[in-house]
């Protein structure tokens, strides 16, 4: 008997769940990068007992850079390949720190899929916008010190040209199999009306050697 009234329970609170959509570029999820990373600024102002304008501005940077890099993927692919904000958590709360996190995390996570990711989406649906380089923007407002953007080893990976060029060779690729195919569907198109064609008058002949046949 407990068991029966268990799964009616279970069925009931089934009943009542509704899955709720959270897109990356909708809020709540929208706002959520910059909430967290300042309350956890604040908390580690409090903390120490210090206040810096640096990191203040480094922490405003990045969900910047986040929706920044979503909109870019959104213009070559779709939304679906959006990063979500979790990536981003974890930054460092001091300007050093933050700094060499962050080119670890463009260097080895960002870059590489954001690469497949267009790749992915030239495929599948084609040119879809102006090609946009995405590191141009994160070196133009690169929050930190501009020195420090070009020691050794830790500088941040732009879009080689080489991959440019990949990228190009997809395009051009695409765009002359669809070359291809317009082709062959013109080519498929003009048979089907040469064989409609030439039924009609096989047909026309046919009545015409009866009609014959009859008046002899």
Known sequence: MSCVKEITLMSRCVSWCRWVLCTNH?????????RFLRRKLIET???KNIRSND???????IPKTWQHLNNFLEAHSSSDVTIGPRLFLSCPMDVEGSRVWFTDLWNYSLVPYLLEAVREGLQLYGKRAVW??????VNDTYPWNAASLQQEGQ????WHP????????ILIFLCLQMNMLLRLQEAANYSSTQSCDSDSTSHHDDQLDSSLESAL
Not at 26 to 34: A, D, I, Q, R, Y
Not at 55 to 61: M, S
């Open 55 to 61: 990191l203040i501005k480094i922490i405003d940077w």
């Open 45 to 47: 102002e409090i903390n």
């Open 26 to 34: 909708t809020e709540p999820v929208k706002g959520f990068l910059g």
């Open 162 to 169: 080489c991959l440019i060029s990949q990228l190009i060779n």
């Open 155 to 158: 500088s941040l990976n732009s």
């Open 132 to 137: 946009e380089d995405p590191s141009k923007w």
